[in-house]
């Protein structure tokens, strides 16, 4: 099958990787609105060629949108507009707004509204990396508006990427992502400046900075392109559990000014069955 | 060398595993309140024997306290008592109160303050892993204050164990290691609670979880045995970098909520200079 990426980054390269490599694409055909990202993804082998959109889409059975959800708001109805017989997936970290944009398109079908729960903080057709898919969660939300054909070809991408599947509404998309990847880059965000500041006046801060520290902040070196679309287009449920988080460091913060040891000590150890989730 | 080992823990049991690799012990005794640990300890390896703390003691040349940095408070003036040529090195995580405690002791100059910035979020011996400490920072504070022969045995072992020397007095330490070390901890303890608090309304949250929120949280499988001593001795500092992380957390949500994507985006590219500090 002839696949379109659009957007050769991170995703949109790691994708093409993963796809070659499980004979799901034929032909991989590169889209970006930056030349010289087009121009490595071709020398890193990522696609096969590059062309212009509407010519790339005509040419394609399935058309894969990787490019920041602004981005994805913008091009999705230009492309359900042209849609024929192509299936058009995205790949975006949220849901909501995309799809209350298209639910009353005509060929509100032929689109698959999918989010891989994978990913680096590094961005750019050099960060593709293979296997970034393998064995990570692929969410497909509010398959019930896509066409029949439409979800089995993103349901055999996700089984051939051996992926876990996981269906779910956009609402509820939107709400359990805020909680366990939006706020995890807000509050890395936050870390970053927090002691980026303080180096200012202790210049050797970083010295010490050792596998905790990159841990927590790793995050803060990702991309405010794809990032600010994804604040804004969950904003609601981004403020929710950053009001949350907020007090849960206040009822911290109170614990340790009222030298209350006991409570924090009780405060940690509720905190560690988050070893019962992580490995 | 005859070392002893008080805490046959994470930390305690990894030194004994690097000790006997690189040849500075030549026997290692283990030494714990946990009779259970030194069992296990024994079972694997890590140590070669377990005595009462008194006997061990007279025995080694070199004394290390891998526990918790109430036990060094409580433990190091016993010992500093009863030294007559062997060497006490800690390696807690904090060291002013530490320091303070000791600085007017008769024996002062048979003790280096250590640490190394290496761990992970688990505990006990079966945690214990060869090359944690191999090409890791450690931290010797105020050595002016030990004896030279004392220094000279911690600086041959930060040699060997090919770890990175920093030295650093005691206040330093314990600013720096508040905004490169405890504040992660904090932050990941407080968004673990946020997170668990939300699954009891919304089952399906850790569904999407994955390696960025992986990444985060982990070091909320920390202990608080470890981990509220260190933040009791640290407090000042620690509650001085939790006040300014919230209140960057403060200004992200104002951005978030007067929807100023602009400063929002800035804020993220000041974040991104982190990328200098981590690979």
Same mark, same amino acid.
């Given at each position: 099958?002839?696949?379109?990426?659009?957007?050769?980054?991170?995703?949109?390269?790691?994708?093409?990787?993963?796809?070659?490599?499980?004979?799901?694409? &034929?032909?991989?055909? /590169?889209? !970006?609105?930056?030349?010289? $990202? @087009?121009?490595?993804? +071709?020398?890193?082998? *990522?696609? %096969?060629?590059?062309?212009?959109?509407?010519?790339?889409f005509a040419q394609s059975q399935l058309v894969i949108l990787a490019i920041p959800v602004d981005g994805v708001l913008r091009l999705l109805p230009q492309l359900?507009?042209?849609?024929?017989?192509?299936?058009?997936?995205?790949?975006?970290?949220?849901?909501?707004?995309?799809?209350?944009?298209?639910?009353?398109?005509?060929?509100?079908?032929?689109?698959?509204?999918?989010?891989?729960?994978?990913? &680096?903080?590094?961005? /750019?057709? !050099?960060?593709?990396?293979? $296997? @970034?898919?393998?064995? +990570?969660?692929?969410? *497909?939300? %509010?398959?019930?508006?896509?066409?029949?054909?439409?979800?089995?070809?993103?349901?055999?991408?996700?089984?051939?990427?051996?992926?876990?599947?996981?269906?779910?509404?956009?609402?509820?998309?939107?709400?359990?992502?805020?909680?366990?990847?939006?706020?995890?880059?807000?509050?890395?965000?936050?870390?970053?400046?927090?002691?980026?500041?303080?180096?200012?006046?202790?210049?050797?801060?970083?010295?010490?900075?050792?596998?905790?520290?990159?841990?927590?902040?790793?995050?803060?070196?990702?991309?405010?392109?794809?990032?600010?679309?994804?604040?804004?287009?969950?904003?609601?449920?981004?403020?929710?559990?950053?009001?949350?988080?907020?007090?849960?460091?206040?009822?911290?913060?109170?614990?340790?000014?009222?030298?209350?040891?006991?409570?924090?000590?009780?405060?940690?150890?509720?905190?560690?069955?988050?070893?019962?989730?992580?490995?």
């Open positions: 099958m002839t696949i379109t990426i659009i957007g050769v980054g991170l995703i949109g390269g790691s994708l093409a990787i993963s796809l070659r490599e499980q004979k799901i694409a &034929t032909t991989i055909i /590169g889209v !970006d609105n930056n030349e010289a $990202n @087009l121009v490595r993804a +071709k020398e890193l082998g *990522l696609i %096969d060629t590059s062309m212009p959109l509407e010519e790339a359900l507009d042209k849609a024929t017989k192509q299936v058009i997936m995205d790949v975006g970290s949220t849901k909501e707004k995309i799809l209350e944009l298209v639910k009353d398109h005509p060929n509100r079908g032929r689109y698959v509204a999918a989010h891989p729960m994978a990913g &680096t903080e590094y961005s /750019g057709p !050099d960060a593709a990396i293979p $296997n @970034l898919f393998l064995h +990570k969660t692929m969410v *497909l939300c %509010d398959v019930k508006h896509s066409d029949e054909d439409a979800v089995e070809i993103a349901e055999d991408l996700v089984d051939k990427l051996q992926m876990r599947l996981v269906y779910m509404n956009a609402e509820e998309h939107d709400l359990h992502t805020a909680y366990v990847s939006h706020i995890s880059h807000i509050t890395s965000f936050a870390l970053a400046l927090t002691v980026l500041q303080k180096e200012r006046e202790a210049g050797r801060i970083f010295e010490l900075a050792s596998g905790g520290f990159e841990s927590t902040v790793r995050l803060a070196k990702s991309s405010p392109d794809m990032w600010v679309p994804i604040f804004k287009h969950n904003r609601n449920n981004v403020l929710d559990v950053l009001d949350e988080h907020i007090h849960q460091l206040q009822s911290m913060k109170a614990l340790l000014e009222n030298e209350d040891y006991d409570s924090f000590y009780k405060a940690i150890q509720r905190a560690n069955k988050i070893k019962k989730i992580l490995k």
